[in-house]
């Protein structure tokens, strides 16, 4: 069945630091692409999407870019903040009528000042 | 406005009893979904209703009973409380067919003593 892989945690920066959050994946067909972030105490808000090959999803500084050739969707932040300090899933949906969303483990990232 | 609301946010219990966790969503989404965040924050699809009608129904125990009184409400009801279902359980809504637009509450955390 369809799956998603991360990189381990806990990361733990210094801010202003440069962030990246392998994330791979294994599914039939083109799934849609997510990254979600959830706050200590708070449920997941959606950080970005992409939807096919090639596209890159953008949202508060965070960048992701889809890549069909080797099945990936890297999260990666050019100066992370102490309030970027959260737990951060890679998350894939299928495609032909398929709403549930399939999550990998979940990566913790702690920024300090 | 909350727009997916849980209650309560905390349960504690002990094992065997029965409980509920109530949701409501006030965003006009026809499908609502639950999903489970174990201890390591493993999050993964229990039951998603469309409509009032069961269209995800992962490998649960049978002890999980969704029910969906109407669309904008999805209760999970929990008999025979074990040691193991204690996790933070989440409840979310979309439009079917827009998984990028799902809205998670902010969960319910149980534990079962």
């Known amino acids: 069945g369809d799956s998603v892989t991360q990189m381990e945690g806990p990361v733990t920066l210094s801010e202003e630091a440069f962030l990246t959050i392998n994330c791979t994946y294994t599914?039939?067909?083109?799934?849609?692409l997510f990254w979600y972030v959830q706050y200590p105490g708070e449920g997941l808000q959606l950080l970005l999407k992409?939807?096919?090959?090639?596209d890159k999803g953008s949202n508060k500084g965070f960048e992701a870019t889809y890549r069909k050739e080797t099945t990936s969707f890297h999260l990666e932040k050019g100066s992370v903040q102490v309030s970027d300090s959260a737990v951060y899933f890679c998350a894939l949906s299928g495609r032909g009528g398929s709403e549930k969303l399939v999550f990998g483990k979940g990566t913790k990232l702690t920024v300090n000042p | 406005d909350t727009a997916v609301s849980q209650t309560p946010k905390y349960l504690v219990t002990q094992m065997g009893n029965d409980k509920s966790i109530k949701c409501e969503q006030n965003?006009?989404?026809?499908?609502m979904y639950w999903y489970k965040q174990d201890s390591k924050k493993f999050l993964k699809i229990m039951f998603s209703y469309n409509n009032k009608e069961l269209i995800i129904n992962e490998t649960v125990p049978n002890r999980f009973s969704p029910k969906s009184p109407d669309k904008a409400h999805l209760n999970l009801h929990i008999n025979s409380l074990e040691l193991g279902d204690s996790a933070v359980y989440f409840c979310?809504?979309?439009?079917?067919?827009?998984?990028?637009?799902?809205?998670f509450g902010s969960g319910t955390r149980l534990t079962v003593v």
């Open positions: 992409a939807t096919k090959a090639d």
């Open positions: 965003l006009g989404h026809d499908t």
């Open positions: 979310a809504s979309s439009h079917l067919g827009q998984v990028w637009g799902y809205t």
């Open positions: 599914a039939t067909g083109y799934p849609s």
